[in-house]
């Protein structure tokens, strides 16, 4: 599978808070220990090959030493770096999370969201097209950083064809999806694509807007703790997933799990409802783990048995 986005290093910062600081209302980390994974797109990929599917990635990252260490991650969970492009004027996208007691207590950002240069994204298009040709789908995870212009998001749809396809979109790209299999925005996302809140109550009537607007073939809308709606092409009736989260530590990748697993399933042959519910069940196992997680075929079918035994 071509997954094509924003890459970004994920640190964490672990530690224990036993007071407050002297110099303002804040609480004091003792640090213990930190670590780091392959984040963003990344993670996509992450989770395609811990479910036994070959992630071919393809993004940018720095000419730095976060850039080194993201290498360094994909190669300990065995995914090819070989597409992903050092552009030295813009930094590695890095997240650090300071942790305490399995809580996050706040994060840092290093990033830039200027869109890659025309000569970066020619060359990110060619790649594309050679490694389409040898993929059994495409997935765009565009967290909005930069990479994903609509210009590329075009290429890479036209030229997926009719290939499975699917994305985690940003709001202001949603004219670009046009011709894609299934795209999977919270229902803040979607709601906010047509210029409404996304409640809960009006999904129908957003669903119904977005594909007006844009051209998406069909629609899965996540909604937190109230599961998913699946829209199965235009005025077609919502169908209802509801969560099954049992434990919830971290939401942190949920979105990431979902596509990955919905379009791992589609290239797999699974109908678009047993891909979705496929992704929710995976969805429950991740968010019960702290930090950015992937799930594994025996915690989902171990999910699965639970729920059906509920």
Not at 130 to 136: I, K, N, S
Not at 237 to 249: D, K, L, N, P, Y
Request: aromatic content about 4%; proline content about 4%; some cysteine.
């Amino acid at each position: 599978m071509l997954v094509a986005g924003d890459l970004m290093l994920d640190r964490y910062v672990w530690g224990r808070v036993e007071r407050i600081s002297p110099e303002a209302p804040v609480p004091v980390v003792e640090v213990e220990r930190e670590t780091s994974l392959a984040g963003g797109a990344a993670n996509v990929a992450r989770t395609i090959a811990a479910l036994g599917g070959v992630p071919l990635l393809l993004g940018v990252a720095g000419a730095d030493t976060d850039a080194e260490e993201l290498r360094e991650r994909l190669a300990d969970d065995g995914i090819d770096h070989g597409h992903v492009l050092a552009v030295r004027d813009r930094p590695t996208t890095l997240k650090t999370r300071v942790m305490a007691d399995r809580q996050q207590v706040c994060r840092v950002d290093r990033e830039a969201r200027a869109p890659v240069d025309e000569a970066v994204r020619a060359k990110l298009a060619a790649s594309g097209r050679e490694l389409l040709a040898g993929a059994d789908a495409l997935l765009l995870s565009d967290y909005g950083k930069g990479l994903l212009s609509p210009a590329l998001i075009r290429d890479l749809v036209d030229r997926a064809g009719e290939k499975p396809s699917a994305v985690d979109p940003k709001q202001d790209h949603f004219a670009a999806y046009a011709g894609v299999t299934v795209a999977t925005p919270n229902n803040h996302e979607a709601g906010g694509a047509v210029g409404r809140r996304g409640r809960y109550e009006e999904l129908d009537d957003v669903a119904e807007k977005l594909f007006e607007l844009t051209g998406l073939r069909n629609l899965l809308i996540t909604c937190g703790e109230r599961g998913m709606r699946l829209y199965a092409g235009p005025g077609a009736r919502a169908e209802v997933i509801q969560t099954v989260a049992r434990e919830v530590f971290d939401v942190t990748g949920a979105g990431d799990t979902v596509t990955g697993v919905l379009t791992l399933a589609l290239a797999a042959g699974a109908s678009l409802s047993e891909g979705a519910h496929l992704a929710n069940l995976a969805a429950g196992v991740v968010i019960a783990k702290v930090g950015v997680a992937t799930a594994s075929p025996a915690e989902i079918l171990r999910q699965y048995d639970l729920v059906a035994g509920a």
